[in-house]
């Protein structure tokens, strides 16, 4: 290209991507025009344009819109964080949720509803805070001569446990109200999202999505080893300390957002690498992939069980559950556990 800018294009990870926008957008539309006030999609799509009744204009831009685009960004967020810690440990099972850092987050949402008794936006940064206090320990607890995958995971493992004490001591000290309220944080849910949660996610996402994106070469080299990155030029540890940062940021505003929802960080990945079936962290087909598996989790949480809504969180541990089994029998025959 002009400028000496070299662009590689893979045509099926471009049709995948292509595709997963398209999947998208379908599923937010649908999304939308869906609940106890039904929208036809041709209609959603005129209100969005400004051509609707007055009763859709406050149904959609109100109360539905937000909501979605929470959900777009949380699964984005999700999907992108699980992408970049399955590369830096190279291996499918080191996602946000094995490694500890939802619980850490957790923990720290915990700690301000328990012992603080914190209003909703108190909560939200108690949850980032723990997310990245819980990033840099397990960081400085991996190091040796520089962070390595397997150390990585198995560290993440063990503070994932205490911290999952830490929650069970926090709920057991908690009165019946806070203890319903922490419970009901703990399942992850898109109820009640609105402007108030979409503005802090979305300049969140602004700044570190193209920073995860622009580390997408270097984050790709390590995948092939600390020594053969080196050998590429890659400054490693500065890398994997931005990647990482990135990630656990992006996963604790997430956990903010809208609670920690499970497994969206561990399957996205995964099923995005089987769509375009390309090598490499495949990182903005992994975001696409969890915005697009959060909101048809949240269609199916609102609209497939009757007058009964679950949260979102319900659906993604059922889901998830079945699919970690599924990728652990895979692993297992294909010799890499």
Known sequence: MPGGLSVRVEPRGAAAVAGLVLLTLAAGIVLIGSGDFPIAPADVVATLRGDGTGAQEFVVHDLRLPRVLVAVLVGAALGLGGAVFQSLTRNPLGSPDMLGFGQGATVGALTVIVVFQGDATAV?????????????????????????????????????????????YLLTKANLVDATRATVWMTGSLEGRDWTQFGPLLAVCCVLVPVVLAYGRPLRMLEMG????????????????????????????????????????????????????????NLAASLLTGAALLLIADWAATNAFGERQLPVGVVTGVVGGVYLLWLLVTERRAGRI
Not at 242 to 251: E, H, R, T
Not at 273 to 278: D, E
């Open 124 to 168: 939200a940064g108690g949850a980032v805070v723990g997310g990245l206090v819980t990033g840099a320990a397990v960081y400085l607890l991996a190091w040796k001569r520089g962070v390595h995958g397997f150390r990585l995971v198995l560290v993440g493992i063990g503070v994932a446990a205490m911290l999952t004490a830490v929650i069970h």
């Open 226 to 281: 600390d020594d053969a990155a080196y050998a590429l030029g890659v400054k490693v540890e500065r890398t994997r300390m931005v990647l990482m940062g990135s990630a656990v940021l992006l996963v604790a505003a997430a956990a903010a957002a809208a609670g920690p929802i499970s497994f969206v960080a561990l399957s996205a990945p995964q099923v995005a690498r089987r769509l375009t079936r390309t090598p490499g962290p």
